[in-house]
């Protein structure tokens, strides 16, 4: 089965640092979905990308895929305390069919002041 | 704006017992979706469905079974629950169409004692 990589794991950055999280895939992707998780609730929407190449921002949220449609980063500029949560990547890969969102293991993010 | 409610925020169940976890969309989406999130193993999927009475496989259907018999709803059941089922429970839903996001829920956050 398909499956993405996330790195790093957790993540501790002074308020009004710049971060960057990781998504790799071993196989070309379909379309890469970043999703943010406050703790213990559900997930939200980011943004997503699907054309090798692509850079989306959002506020102070910029996410990338690669051109070979392998690899995606999430940067946030000048963290605030609000950013902190747990960052997911997900994906779908051209196999025939409507197939569910395969999931990394998440990047756990603390802002502290 | 879409929205997927899970029935329950906390569920507190004993060994043995038939658990029901309820989700319910209000977009008229084809997919739902059903996952578990565990520390260190990130969302992993138990079942999918993409039409009323339709039903998939996810990576660990054991010890689940589902029910969607009507397009808004999509029941997750534990016929017996065990300790090891004691997770955060995730439910999504979306369009038919490759490359749109997928919705969540609130999460249920089950204990199984």
């Known amino acids: 089965s398909q499956e993405l990589e996330q790195s790093p794991q957790s993540l501790i950055v002074q308020e009004g640092k710049n971060l960057t999280i990781n998504c790799t895939s071993s196989?070309?992707?379909?379309?890469l979905y970043w999703y943010k998780q406050k703790y213990g609730e559900g997930l939200i929407f980011l943004m997503m990308l699907q054309k090798g190449g692509e850079e989306k921002s959002h506020e102070k949220i910029t996410a990338k895929l690669d051109e070979k449609k392998q690899q995606s980063s999430l940067h946030i500029t000048a963290s605030q305390p609000s950013h902190a949560g747990i960052y997911l990547c997900g994906a779908d890969f051209p196999i025939s069919g409507n197939t569910p969102l395969v999931f990394g293991k998440g990047t756990r993010l603390s802002v502290i002041a | 704006d879409v929205k997927v409610t899970q029935s329950s925020r906390y569920l507190v169940k004993r060994t043995g017992e038939k658990v029901f976890l309820e989700c319910v969309q209000d977009m008229d989406h084809e997919n739902m979706f059903w996952y578990r999130q565990d520390p260190g193993l990130g969302l992993r999927l138990i079942y999918f469905s993409y039409d009323v009475k339709m039903k998939e496989k996810g990576d660990i259907p054991e010890g689940y079974s589902v029910s969607r018999e009507k397009k808004e709803r999509f029941s997750l059941i534990l016929e017996s629950a065990s300790t090891n089922q004691t997770s955060m429970y995730l439910c999504a839903s979306s369009l038919w169409e490759e490359n749109t996001e997928a919705f969540f829920g609130q999460g249920t956050r089950l204990t199984v004692v």
């Open positions: 196989k070309t992707l379909y379309g």
